[in-house]
């Protein structure tokens, strides 16, 4: 049987977390930025036998996290990882491997192979992510380059 003393007791504990959670909430988010949201998530694909996927296409589409990549492997068999998502309105790209573009379907929007705008109405070229490759595989992380 709950008594009032109890309940108000309770009461005070759950007020009490409610006060200080917003104050947990800002140090995580300075001590730790990825649970905070901030663009350096900790998401991070590993594609084992890199030869393998690449070895018909120079190019895969990945998912790392929530969002679309697509990873470029180069002539001198370095890699290039660009977000699949256009940087006008946030919808989805397809690669067009014939034209060497991106095209969206939203507004009709394309990008170059290099990640570059090649028609409005998007203004800013298409995110880069960071690709480590080590011991036969790669790891793409879904962190700006320049981030
Ligand atoms: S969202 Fe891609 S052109 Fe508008």
Redesign the pocket.
């Known amino acids: 049987m709950t008594t009032r003393r109890s309940f108000l007791s309770r009461l005070l504990h759950i007020l009490g977390i409610t006060a200080i959670a917003p104050i947990l909430y800002a140090i995580s988010a300075v001590m730790y930025p990825p649970l905070a949201g901030k663009r350096q998530r900790a998401a991070t694909l590993i594609l084992d036998n890199p030869d393998e996927v690449f070895s018909s296409l120079n190019y895969s589409i990945v998912k790392v996290g929530d969002k679309d990549a697509i990873v470029f492997q180069k002539a001198d068999k370095s890699y290039e990882a660009m977000s699949l998502q ?1 940087t ?4 989805s790209l397809e690669w067009k491997d014939s034209s060497q573009q991106f095209l ?1 379907g ?4 394309a990008f170059h192979r290099d990640g570059s705008v090649a028609v409005p ?2 203004t800013r070229p298409l995110e880069h992510l960071t690709v480590r490759a080590e011991n036969g595989r790669i790891t793409i992380i879904d962190k700006p380059v320049n981030g």
């Open positions: 256009c006008h309105a946030g919808c969206c939203c507004h009709g929007g109405p998007p």
